[in-house]
């Protein structure tokens, strides 16, 4: 149902955790983990995004196409604030994802909760499993020896 549209993102991903950069540019957004599984008849794409503001994603799908661009802005400081640690990433996370033909792109819903964006995408009628019903054929005859 699902297929990566960069080989190399993944070890992309392990050398910029490996070399302590972890952020992104709108120029070469960073990776954000996922799942991806179904249920019943929806496929659910679950996208880990905390501390992001729901107003700072954006979900578009082009054709078969589905782009999840997220950014991780800095708190606001005051002139009295004095970082004593940073650690967590900012900046912007991007995954693109060629969805299938038997994908609904149509009727796409995605909801935002306790840092999850969940994208459900229906799987379209004629790519649902479906029983075959056999018929017997007229005018069988059986041979004797």
Known sequence: MLMRTDPFRELDRLTQQFFGNTSGTWSRPASMPMDAYREGDEYVIALDLPGVDPDAIDINVERNM?????ERRPLSKTDETKVEL???PLGVFSRQLVLADTLDTEHISADYDAGVLTVRVPIIERAKPRKI???ATPGRKEIRA
């Not at 589905?66 to 997220?70: D, F, G, H, I, P």
């Open 66 to 70: 589905l782009t999840v661009q997220a």
């Open 86 to 88: 940073s650690e967590r």
């Open 133 to 135: 019903a056999i018929g």
